[in-house]
C-alpha cells in the first residue's frame, strides 16, 4: 500500500517537472507586421535547414552504392 502510494507520489512529481519541448516563438515581434516578418523569417531558415540536411542524406546515401561495370560474359570468338 505505501509502496503504490510511494509510487503514485513519484510519478505525479516527475510529471509535473519534465521538459516540455516547444517549437519556435514566431511572435515575438512588437507589432503584427514584425510578427509576420519574424514568421516568415524563422520558416525559411528551417526549410533551408531541412533542404540541407536531405540532400546531405542523399549524397552519403550515394555514396555507399556499389559501383557496378557492365561486363561482357559471352566473348565472340571467330
Do not use: F
Request: hydrophobic share 30%; charged share 30%; with cysteine.
Amino acid at each position: 500500500m505505501i509502496n503504490k502510494i510511494l509510487m503514485l507520489l513519484v510519478l505525479l512529481i516527475v510529471s509535473c517537472t519534465t521538459y516540455r519541448i516547444k517549437g519556435p516563438n514566431y511572435n515575438q515581434g512588437r507589432t503584427h507586421n514584425a510578427d509576420n516578418a519574424n514568421r516568415s523569417r524563422i520558416v525559411n531558415s528551417e526549410d533551408l535547414r531541412m533542404k540541407q540536411a536531405m540532400q546531405r542524406e542523399r549524397d552519403r546515401a550515394s555514396k555507399n552504392k556499389i559501383k557496378r561495370k557492365r561486363v561482357k560474359k559471352h566473348n565472340k570468338y571467330i
